[in-house]
């Protein structure tokens, strides 16, 4: 009797020492590091448009804030920051800065108007031989810039659905 118990916790041991190997595996496969990146971080080398950043993330108001003494007081009294929250105050926004391109008029209303939880912002482009309204380089600035505010962008070729870009432009 005893040995079945005695295997039984044998293997139970084995199963967690595995998991826990599997999971410092992905940890690292994820990170490139072992070591967690949770260590708290001194706010004040923090500069003040990662603060402000940090403070928003946590909900606080600083409106009123002028100094960095300041938010440096806000940021500890909302607790430390950590460097977890630092790299996600660093990554780029979810939403892409890539533009959609519309393939004919059923895509447009797929994408565009059938989510209405989004706003678009869409370049019609007249004809292949014409150019865009908006030039490649000034469309991109455009894109970067709406792209903070949830704006979802996109491109649509009248050479692609006329009856549909008649529609549009009418």
């Given at each position: ?24 595996a992905s940890w690292y ?49 909302s607790g430390s920051p ?59 600035e455009v894109r970067l ?26």
């Amino acid at each position: 009797m005893w040995l079945k118990v005695v295997l039984l916790a044998t293997y139970l041991l084995c199963l967690f020492l595995l998991s826990r190997l599997f999971e410092a595996a992905s940890w690292y496969h994820d990170t490139g590091t072992l070591i967690s990146s949770f260590a708290a971080l001194n706010p004040i080398e923090l500069s003040v448009k990662k603060l402000k950043q940090l403070l928003d993330d946590r909900g606080v108001s600083y409106s009123g804030v002028v100094e960095k003494q300041e938010l440096v007081a806000l940021v500890e009294s909302s607790g430390s920051p950590t460097s977890e929250e630092v790299m996600d105050v660093e990554t780029p926004s979810k939403i892409s800065g890539e533009s959609t391109k519309f393939t004919c008029g059923s895509h447009f209303y797929e994408e565009v108007e059938d989510t209405k939880d989004s706003a678009w912002l869409v370049q019609v482009v007249m004809d292949d031989m014409d150019p865009p309204l908006l030039p490649e380089k000034i469309w991109k600035e455009v894109r970067l810039k709406v792209k903070d505010f949830g704006v979802r962008t996109g491109v649509f070729k009248c050479s692609l659905d006329r009856r549909f870009a008649s529609f549009i432009i009418y």
